[in-house]
């Protein structure tokens, strides 16, 4: 089992410019969620999803960001267009619906925008 | 509505010492508990969690963690604590049937020699 796979690990964009961040789930995971941590708002729930289909993004921050599911082991969370204040480690993670609500962590992307 | 609160920004332990990590909730109800660890530069992984039967819960690493329903309070506890266990540390509460969590603001560990 990979785990939960984040990619780019990395990216250092400039303000105005578009970014995608991926990940890939668990096999066999229904929910996915994309986390956004910083040092002044710690660990924040941007959105998540039951089946591929959104189930709450009330927080996530602006229209700039939007998120996608198009199948069971690929979302992408864009922002568009960036600015220095999303500059924070974006977190994926995973769950089956079956379970006791453990969610599965990725790496992790670091998104620094200049 | 569910929250979580770690009192504790900072903490830090003589290598070896014994640790306690103050977590307290609030639901409704007995909600699913985790403690989560995450060390630098590295995603969250699950060091322990609650949901019914012995509130006494053993974890990796040598973590344990007590839920007292009279106190609303999930602490975690390390007799003797490593350099390695320099991290932060997150408990999460999620109620029973949804899938999402709710996180506190984390608190350091920092581990003196």
């Known amino acids: 089992d990979a785990g939960v796979i984040q990619s780019p690990r990395h990216e250092v964009t400039e303000m105005g410019q578009e970014v995608t961040l991926r990940c890939k789930p668990i096999s066999g995971h229904d929910y996915l969620f994309w986390y956004r941590q910083t040092m002044m708002r710690g660990l924040e729930l941007l959105i998540y999803f039951n089946n591929n289909v959104p189930i709450d993004d009330s927080g996530m921050p602006e229209d700039r960001f939007s998120a996608k599911m198009p199948n069971a082991s690929f979302s992408t969370l864009k922002i568009q267009p960036s600015e220095p204040r999303d500059s924070a480690v974006y977190f994926c993670?995973?769950?089956?619906?079956?379970?006791?609500?453990?969610?599965?962590f990725g790496p992790g992307t670091r998104l620094t925008v200049l | 509505a569910q929250s979580v609160t770690q009192p504790d920004i900072h903490i830090t332990v003589s290598e070896g010492a014994s640790l306690e990590l103050r977590c307290n909730y609030s639901y409704g109800a007995t909600p699913y508990l985790f403690w989560y660890v995450q060390s630098p530069g590295q995603g969250l992984q699950l060091l322990l969690k609650y949901f019914s039967g012995d509130t006494l819960v053993q974890g990796i690493k040598g973590f344990e963690a007590e839920f007292k329903r009279s106190q609303s309070s999930f602490n975690l506890r390390k007799p003797s604590v490593h350099w390695s266990d320099a991290a932060e540390y997150f408990c999460a509460v999620g109620p029973a049937g949804f899938q999402k969590l709710v996180f506190g603001t984390g608190t350091r560990l920092l581990v003196s020699p």
């Open positions: 993670a995973s769950t089956p619906t079956l379970g006791d609500n453990e969610q599965f």
